[in-house]
């Protein structure tokens, strides 16, 4: 009876780890999602002489300095995709592959902290630990409900 106890508790575990694996990234998707909002900005720069990229400044401050969600489309003199990089700062990007001494026009897409959670103190920080806190309350769950089912 012990081993079939064992087996048992081994197999909840396991749906339990599964169940939060399964998840964790839906759950992180839905809480991006509320932290941010998506914005564009049209914007200009000038390649110099010799020089493949050319630097434009955000009107507002990205969420993060990742190039996850930043898009830049080029709308004149043509159009097409480029890379990109952030800066730290979060407000200049570097446009990447471009031709030198060319006046540029960007559609520049990338997500700003959400407007209606700036004035929500702490609210924002603990939106961030839900998928942290739910493996520990899993962990906890499955110790606590396996070692009482145990010891039956």
């Not at 000038?46 to 830049?72: K, S």
């Not at 209606?116 to 924002?124: K, P, Q, R, T």
Request: proline letters at 3%.
């Amino acid at each position: 009876m012990d081993t079939l106890k064992l087996a048992v508790a081994a197999l909840g575990a396991l749906l339990f780890v599964v169940f939060t694996l399964l998840n964790i990234e839906p759950a992180t998707n839905a809480i991006h999602e509320i932290r941010t909002d998506l914005t564009t900005d049209n914007l200009a720069c000038t390649t110099g002489v010799g020089d493949d990229t050319c630097t434009v400044t955000l009107t507002r401050l990205a969420f993060d300095n990742t190039t996850t969600n930043l898009t830049a489309t080029q709308l004149s003199p043509g159009a097409g995709s480029h890379g990109t990089l952030i800066a730290n700062n979060q407000t200049t990007v570097t446009i990447e592959g471009l031709s030198a001494s060319t006046d540029y026009t960007f559609n520049v897409g990338y997500v700003i902290p959400n407007p209606s959670m700036v004035g929500l103190a702490g609210f924002d920080q603990a939106l961030e630990m839900i998928p942290v806190l739910m493996v520990i309350i899993i962990v906890v769950a499955v110790a606590f409900f396996g070692g009482i089912w145990a010891m039956t």
